[in-house]
C-alpha cells in the first residue's frame, strides 16, 4: 500500500511539474534583445514604468506607483481578490510611497513638482488631500524619492536626487523642520523599529547613511557597493538587506556592529559583468528567505537567510521584464514589472493619439500611444511562494530565458578562420583577426522601415518608409554591395539611455528609472554620456576597456561636449580638439567628416591611427519643419552622404585592408516599424564583409559591440554583450579590397522650410541645443504629418513574431 502511494504521488508530482511546464512554455516571449519571458504566477497590467509597491499595515492593500514617461499612476489594490480597487492620475511622481500606519492616508513622491502628494483613503478610492511641498517646481532641483513616516511623531522623512538632500517635515503643520545635504543622491529611508535611526541609500554615494533621530545627525556611513537603492530590515532591525544595483549584489548588514556581514551575489553566475541589475528585496514572513528582483535578468534570485551570516541560493523565479520591486504578503509575492510582457511593433508609431485613447491604461496595444517610450505597460505578477520542486522548474526557466553564460564571456559563437574570432585573444598575443582598426560610427534614432524599408530583399514595410533611396542612396547601396542587416534591434528605447547602451552594453538603474520623466516633459535632463556619475556602469566604457588591455583608442564627438570627453578615459589625448559637436547644428555632418579626414590623415602620416575610433554622425535626427531650417530631407540626405563620403575615403586609404567600419543608430525611437519598435538599421563594411549578402540573423547593438570587443581582444563588458550573438556571419575569410564609391546626394542639402503650416509653427518651438529636449512623439508627428501630409493614413498594424534564424553561409 505504501508503495503504492508512494507510486501514485510520484506520478502525480511528474504530472503537475509537466503541466506546470506546459504552461511557462505557453507564455514564451522572446525580446528584442533576445532574453526571453516565461513569467511565473498569474497578473494584472499597471501602468507605465512601475517602480515601487506600498504594502498597508494590515496587508490588506497594496499601493503601485506607475512613473514612465506616458501618462503617471497609482493605483490601489485588494491583496486577496487581486483587484485593482482605484487608479489615479498623478502629474509628476517618482518611486516614493507610503502608507499611514492608519491605512487613511497614502504619500507618494511628487517628482520634479517637489512635493509629497497626500492622498485620503475613503472607500478604496484615492482622493487627494494635501501637499507637503519641499520647494517649487522644477527647474529647481530637489526631486524627492523615497519617503518614510514616523507615525508616533507624526514627521514624514523625504530623501532627495537632485540636491541629494534629507528632509524632515512635521505632518501635522506640514512645516520642513529639518534638512540637510547628504553629498549623494538619495533613493530611500527606512526607520529602525525603535524609530531612532533611520537608514538611508546614498544612490550614488555607495554607501548607507545611519541618521540619528533624536539628534538629527547621520553618525555613520557603511560601504556597500554600487547604485545600492533598496533596502529592508527584519522586524528587529538587527539586519539589513541593501541592493546594489550596479553590483549584481545584496550587502547584509549587522545593524548593532554596523559591518557588512556579508555579499550575496544575485546574478545567474558567479562574478558576472553588470548585468543582472538588483533592484529591490523582501523578505518571507518568517523571514527565512530573501527575494531580490534581478531587473535586467527578469527574474527573482531567493536566498535562504535563515542562518545569520551564512546565507544560501535556493535558485530563482522567472518574471516579467525588467522587474524593479518586490514584495512578500503571506503566501504571496507580488513583483513589479518595469516593462511588462513584451515588446510591440509600432507601426502607428508617428500618429498623434487622442487623449481619450491616452486614458485608458486597459485597452489593447493596437489602441494606445505607439511611441516607444510608453509603449511598454508595465505588470503586477502574483506568484504563490513554491515549493522545492516548483523552485526547481522555475529556476530552469531562467536559465533557458538567458543567453548569457558564464563560459561566453571568453568564448562565444562562430566559425574557424572568420575575421571574427570566437574567443578573446590578449592584444598583446597580437589577437587573431586581420581586422586591426574599427570604425564604431553612432547615428541618430531611426527605424529599420522608415530608411530600409523599400528594400524588396529584407523585410520591410514600403508604407512606412520615410527616408528611402531617394534620400539614402549611399546606405542603401552599402547595404546592397555588402550586407543588408533586417534583423537588428537596439537596446535602448531612447537617445539618454541609448549612448550608455551603444558604449557599454548596459544602461544602470538610474538611467533606466530617470530618462523618462524627461521624456514625459516632467522635468530633468538627459544624464547618460558620461555627464553624471551615478549614470555610469562600475567598469566604465568601451574606452575604459580599450585602456585597461593597451587598445590605442580615439572619439569623434562621442562622450565628448564641446570638444572635450565627458569622462576621464577621454582625455585630451584622445579626443579630436576640432571635431564639430552634434549639437551644434548649424554644421552639416558632411563638414564633420571633412573634419574627421584632416585628423585622420594626419594619424595615418604619423602611422598612429588608433585601434579603436568613435565618431557621431547625428544628422539623421533632423530638425524638424520650422521655416528657415534645414528640411528633413535635407537633414537626412547630408547624413547619408557623410556615411558615404567617410567609407569612401577609409576604402581609399592605406590602412583599408584591415579596417571595419560599423554603423548603427543608437535608438529608434523616432519612427514607426511593423516588426518591433526597436528594429533598426546598421552596417558592416568592411575588405572582410561578404557582398551582396542579406543576413536575416537576430542581431542587437551589444551583439555588434561584441563584434568589435573579439577584433580588438577585448572581455564583454556587461551580461548582455557576453551573451549576444556576435556578427560573424556577415564576414568572410575571403577579403574583397574594392574600395567604395560614393554616390552624390540627389537631395539639395542647403535646403530649407519655405512652408508656413501647423507643423512648421510647432517646429519654431523646439530646442536641439540638447538630446531629445523636445516631445519626440510629438516630433515623430511633425516629421510624419508634415512630409506625408495631414490627409495620410497608416496601414493597419501587422504583427510579426520574433524568430531566431540561423542562416547557413550559401557556400555552406
Known amino acids: ?42 497578473s494584472l497590467e499597471v501602468g507605465d514604468l512601475p517602480l515601487n509597491i506600498a504594502v498597508s499595515s494590515s496587508q490588506k492593500l497594496i499601493a503601485v506607483t506607475n512613473n514612465g514617461q506616458g501618462k503617471q499612476t497609482i493605483q490601489l489594490i485588494d491583496t486577496k481578490t487581486e483587484k485593482i480597487l482605484d487608479n489615479v492620475e498623478i502629474p509628476k511622481s517618482f518611486y516614493g510611497l507610503k502608507f499611514s500606519r492608519d491605512e487613511k492616508s497614502l504619500y507618494a513622491s511628487g517628482g520634479n513638482d517637489n512635493w509629497i502628494m497626500k492622498y485620503a483613503i475613503i472607500d478604496n478610492k484615492l482622493v487627494v488631500k494635501d501637499s507637503l511641498i519641499l520647494g517649487k517646481k522644477w527647474p529647481n532641483k530637489i526631486s524627492p524619492v523615497g519617503i518614510e513616516i514616523d507615525d508616533e511623531r507624526q514627521l514624514l522623512y523625504v530623501v532627495t ?43 550614488g554615494g555607495r554607501k548607507i547613511a545611519f541618521f540619528d533621530t533624536p539628534t538629527r545627525k547621520i553618525t555613520s556611513t557603511i560601504a556597500v557597493s554600487y547604485n545600492p537603492n533598496e533596502l529592508i530590515l527584519n522586524k528587529k532591525g538587527t539586519l539589513m538587506y541593501v541592493a546594489n544595483a550596479g553590483d549584481n549584489s545584496v550587502s547584509v548588514i549587522d545593524t548593532k556592529q554596523q559591518k557588512v556581514i556579508e555579499v550575496l551575489d544575485a546574478a545567474l553566475y558567479p562574478n558576472s559583468p553588470v548585468g543582472s541589475v538588483t533592484n529591490g528585496v523582501a523578505l518571507s514572513k518568517d523571514e527565512k528567505t530573501l527575494f531580490i528582483a534581478n531587473a535586467d535578468n527578469n527574474c527573482l534570485a531567493v536566498f535562504d537567510v535563515s542562518t545569520k551570516g551564512r546565507s544560501v541560493s535556493k535558485g530563482f523565479i522567472p518574471v516579467g521584464w525588467y522587474p524593479t520591486n518586490v514584495r512578500v504578503i503571506g503566501n504571496k509575492i507580488f513583483v513589479a514589472n518595469g516593462k511588462g510582457f513584451t515588446s510591440f511593433a509600432n507601426p502607428k508609431g508617428p500618429q498623434p493619439v487622442s487623449k481619450a485613447v491616452r486614458s485608458e491604461s486597459h485597452l489593447g496595444e493596437d489602441t494606445r500611444g505607439q511611441y516607444i517610450g510608453n ?64 570604425f564604431y560610427i553612432l547615428k541618430e534614432n531611426r527605424t529599420y522601415d522608415q530608411v530600409f524599408g523599400d528594400i524588396k530583399e529584407g523585410n520591410g514595410d514600403t508604407t512606412l518608409c520615410l ?19 533586417d534583423n537588428f534591434y537596439v537596446d535602448a528605447e531612447v537617445s539618454a539611455d541609448g549612448h550608455n547602451w551603444s558604449l557599454g552594453a548596459h544602461a544602470n538603474d538610474y538611467l533606466e528609472k530617470t530618462w523618462p520623466t524627461g521624456y514625459g516633459r516632467r522635468g530633468g535632463v538627459t544624464e547618460g554620456m558620461g555627464r553624471r556619475e551615478i549614470a555610469n556602469d562600475k567598469d566604465g566604457f568601451i574606452w575604459d576597456f580599450c585602456k585597461r588591455k593597451g587598445v590605442s583608442y580615439r572619439t569623434y564627438g562621442v562622450f565628448a561636449d564641446d570638444k572635450k570627453g565627458n569622462i576621464p578615459v577621454l582625455d585630451k589625448d584622445h579626443v579630436c580638439s576640432y571635431f564639430t559637436g552634434y549639437y551644434n547644428q548649424k554644421v552639416k555632418d558632411t563638414t564633420r567628416v571633412g573634419q574627421w579626414k584632416r585628423d585622420f590623415d594626419s594619424l595615418v602620416v604619423a602611422k598612429a591611427v588608433p585601434a579603436f575610433n568613435s565618431i557621431r554622425l547625428g544628422s539623421d535626427h533632423t530638425q524638424g519643419m520650422a521655416v528657415g531650417r534645414p528640411t528633413p530631407y535635407a537633414c537626412v540626405a547630408d547624413n547619408d552622404l557623410a556615411v558615404g563620403m567617410f567609407v569612401e575615403h577609409l576604402s581609399k586609404s592605406p590602412i583599408w585592408s584591415q579596417s571595419a567600419v ?67 556571419r556577415s564576414f568572410t575569410s ?50 510624419w504629418k508634415g512630409l506625408k501630409g495631414d490627409s495620410f493614413t497608416l496601414p493597419a498594424p501587422r504583427r510579426s513574431a520574433f524568430v531566431k534564424v540561423i542562416k547557413k553561409d550559401d557556400d555552406d
Open 1 to 42: 500500500m505504501k508503495l503504492f502511494l508512494n507510486l501514485f504521488l510520484l506520478l502525480f508530482s511528474l504530472t503537475t511539474f509537466a503541466q506546470s511546464d506546459r504552461e511557462l512554455e505557453s507564455r514564451r516571449v522572446m525580446l528584442p534583445n533576445g532574453w526571453s519571458l516565461t513569467p511565473a504566477g498569474r
Open 467 to 485: 527616408f528611402g533611396e531617394k534620400y539614402t542612396p549611399n546606405q542603401h547601396k552599402l547595404a546592397r554591395e555588402y550586407v543588408l542587416l
Open 734 to 783: 575571403v577579403p574583397d579590397f574594392t574600395p567604395y564609391q560614393a554616390l552624390p546626394s540627389g537631395v539639395n542639402l542647403d535646403e530649407t522650410n519655405k512652408v508656413a503650416s501647423r507643423w512648421s509653427t510647432i517646429s519654431e518651438g523646439f530646442d536641439f541645443t540638447e538630446v531629445d529636449k523636445n516631445d519626440d512623439n510629438l516630433f515623430n508627428e511633425v516629421l
Open 662 to 728: 560599423f554603423i548603427l543608430e543608437d535608438d529608434a525611437q523616432n519612427g514607426p516599424d511593423h516588426v518591433d519598435a526597436h528594429r533598426s538599421i546598421a552596417l558592416v563594411v568592411s575588405p572582410y564583409t561578404k557582398r551582396k549578402f542579406v543576413d536575416h540573423t537576430m542581431y542587437s547593438t551589444s551583439g555588434m559591440l561584441r563584434t568589435i570587443e573579439l577584433i580588438l581582444g577585448l572581455p564583454p563588458m556587461s551580461q548582455y554583450d557576453a551573451a549576444a550573438t556576435p556578427m560573424f
Open 375 to 438: 509603449l511598454m505597460k508595465g505588470t503586477l505578477s502574483i506568484i504563490d511562494s513554491p515549493n522545492e520542486a516548483t523552485l526547481a522548474l522555475y529556476s530552469q526557466k531562467v536559465y533557458d530565458n538567458t543567453p548569457y553564460k558564464k563560459e561566453k564571456e571568453l568564448a562565444t559563437d562562430g566559425e574557424v578562420g572568420n575575421p571574427i574570432p570566437m574567443k578573446v585573444v590578449e592584444p598583446s598575443q597580437g589577437g587573431e583577426s586581420p581586422i586591426k582598426h574599427v
Open 161 to 203: 536626487k537632485e540636491n541629494n538632500s534629507l528632509y524632515i517635515l512635521d505632518l501635522n503643520t506640514k512645516a520642513i523642520v529639518y534638512e540637510q545635504n547628504m553629498g549623494h543622491e538619495g533613493y530611500t529611508c527606512v526607520l529602525s523599529p525603535d524609530r531612532n535611526t533611520l537608514y538611508i541609500s546614498l544612490w
